[in-house]
């Protein structure tokens, strides 16, 4: 069983359109991440999530927004894509806490053209 | 979280041990110390972490300084599998936000 899954794994798209990644964990975990990971490899913390709050990177753009139907899915929804959003997203959950360790997805390739 | 300080690469040969150093010098006392790394094309991946005792797992063991301003992943006998981006990561105590990531010791295993 896969741990946590994303889909889809590549997305390909225009500027100005908007999209959604889907992010799902089988492990009982009760808090959720999104990173970026850009070209350059650098991977950073776009939005941490748990039932009772939303931390978010003052970096990101309010294009982007995380919505949560339930405990187990934290989905990346992203208005008007540029051509910067290009980039591998990767979600993450835990059990929350510095005490505990992350678990992270495949990754999905985001290129807008 | 507290900045961390890694080597750019580290070159080293396969079935021998890899010592990966991390300076972290600004440590505060409930910060935790992991270890992630990440392998070409997957997302990154859980390896250790600790807080003031030397750990062991299944991957690695993890080597913390008495003074806890360094520490060193271990990976007894290197495989080619091993061959990945390494980071050291600090987490505080609260740990509600996500991990901080560096650019990571770029580990290169000769076969």
């Known amino acids: 069983d896969t741990a946590v899954s994303q889909t889809p794994k590549y997305l390909v798209t225009q500027m100005g359109n908007d999209k959604s990644i889907k992010c799902e964990q089988n492990l009982g975990h009760d808090t959720m991440y999104w990173y970026k990971q850009d070209s350059k490899k650098f991977l950073k913390i776009m939005f941490s999530y748990n039932n009772k709050e939303l931390i978010i990177n003052e970096t990101v753009p309010n294009r982007f927004s995380p919505k949560s139907p339930d405990k187990a899915h934290l989905n990346l929804h992203i208005n008007s894509l540029e051509l910067g959003d290009s980039a591998v997203y990767f979600c993450a959950s835990s059990h929350g806490g510095a005490s505990y360790e992350q678990y992270f997805g495949p990754g999905t390739r985001l290129t807008v053209t | 979280d507290a900045k961390t300080t890694q080597p750019n690469s580290m070159e080293s040969n396969e079935e021998e041990p890899v010592h990966l150093p991390c300076n972290h010098s600004?440590?505060?006392?409930?910060?935790?110390i992991h270890w992630y790394r990440q392998l070409p094309s997957q997302g990154p991946e859980y390896v250790i972490h600790?807080?003031?005792s030397n750990v062991n797992n299944r991957m690695a063991s993890l080597a913390i300084a008495e003074d806890r301003k360094s520490s060193t992943l271990i990976l007894h006998r290197a495989t080619l599998r091993d061959a990945a981006v390494y980071y050291c990561?600090?987490?505080?105590?609260?740990?509600?936000?996500?991990?901080?990531f560096g650019k990571g010791t770029h580990l290169i295993i000769q076969p």
């Open positions: 600004t440590i505060s006392g409930t910060d935790y």
């Open positions: 990561i600090l987490r505080d105590g609260g740990g509600a936000d996500g991990l901080t």
């Open positions: 600790g807080l003031t």
